[in-house]
């Protein structure tokens, strides 16, 4: 069989770094896509110089489009580049991270999907894989935006699978929630450590590898089974349920 080429956003470190490694070992080629061009090239060289990357902004769309132009094959799409920033109340939030939220979460993510879909589907071959959040589907203080543009995700990532029945393409949901060892919090904090560092006090977070584990697995199913979607937490967290105010 021929190798399978999977295309990952967000690539350079956190969980995109760990599923390179892993897709690596498991004999995928790759194609690196973050913004950071040196991180992209260590992770690179990390995993013996033969993958592509391409330094870029996933909102960059005419980047994207030039990138992606002559992309012979891509078997699997990760679509895992996405951001949270800031936990204010609504009313208090910033326009300027809700804008970014929207477009790098949404906007991108659909972008580059768009690119890609043709040729997957002339091929009949695929598996698209949606860094979603459990924030999609459970709404939390300061989550506002962030967990509605999960929630768009989810439902993108569904509204695919209906496009694709009949197809061979997969469409995988995949829903964490609390992470860490990676960049995520300290993003959400604009670069407050301590801030971030606190959110996984006391507490045993999921982590990249957890999640690049989950990825593998998925990616070596049968090719008749397609998870729609899949939530994970850390036995830490759980949906505690609804809140009441009184007065
Ligand atoms: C982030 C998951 O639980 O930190 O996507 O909101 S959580």
């Given at each position: ?5 999977a295309?990952?956003t ?6 995109g ?20 061009e ?16 391409i ?20 078997d ?32 991108a ?11 997957m ?23 506002n ?20 029945l ?7 949901n995949l ?9 995520f ?17 006391n ?19 049968p090719a008749h ?15 505690a ?7």
């Open positions: 069989m021929s190798q399978k080429t295309l990952i967000g690539a350079s470190v956190g969980i770094a760990e599923v390179a490694r892993q897709l690596h070992a498991l004999g995928y080629s790759l194609i690196l896509m973050a913004r950071r040196h991180k992209l090239n260590e992770l690179n060289q990390e995993l013996g110089g033969q993958h592509q990357i330094a870029c902004d996933v909102n960059d769309q005419g980047a994207i489009e030039a990138a992606v132009k002559d992309m012979q094959r891509v699997v799409l990760i679509n895992n580049a996405g951001l949270a920033l800031g936990l204010s109340s609504a009313e208090q939030s910033d326009w300027a991270h809700w804008q970014t939220m929207i477009h790098t979460n949404c906007l993510l659909a972008f580059l999907t768009r690119q890609l879909l043709p040729n589907v002339k091929r009949n071959q695929g598996h698209i894989i949606n860094l979603g959040s459990v924030a999609g589907s459970y709404a939390y203080k300061g989550g935006v962030y967990g509605a543009t999960k929630a768009f995700v989810e439902q993108f990532s569904l509204g695919l699978r209906a496009d694709l009949g197809t061979a393409i997969k469409v995988t829903e964490p929630g609390l992470i860490g060892g990676t960049e919090s300290n993003v959400r904090y604009e670069g407050d450590n301590d801030k971030a560092s606190a959110m996984y006090e507490c045993q977070p999921l982590t990249a590898q957890d999640i690049a584990n989950t990825i593998s697995w998925l990616l070596t199913q089974m397609n998870v729609n979607r899949m939530e994970i937490m850390p036995v830490c967290q759980a949906p349920g609804l809140s009441v105010h009184k007065s």
